[in-house]
């Protein structure tokens, strides 16, 4: 198995770049990165109806 800059060097003799593979994934998957912001917005608003929720019921003595 050849070392790790012995592999970029290949890639890079054979006209590959990291930045062109990256590139041709965002290209291919689009909505990968908007899976994800969605993800995040649905996370947040779940933690933060948590907090609400136990300052609610800390409030009224449950």
């Known amino acids: ?3 790790p800059n ?3 060097k ?3 003799q054979n006209g590959l770049s990291d930045e062109e593979i990256w590139s041709a ?3 291919l998957d689009p909505d990968t990165h908007k899976a994800t912001t969605g993800n995040a ?3 947040f608003v ?3 109806s948590i907090i609400c929720l136990t300052i ?3 409030a ?3």
Do not use: C, D, H, N
């Open 10 to 12: 290949t890639l890079s």
């Open 41 to 43: 917005i649905i996370a």
């Open 1 to 3: 198995m050849p070392k």
């Open 25 to 27: 994934i965002r290209y």
């Open 6 to 8: 012995e592999q970029r």
């Open 46 to 48: 779940a933690v933060l």
């Open 56 to 58: 609610l019921f800390y």
């Open 60 to 62: 009224r003595g449950w």
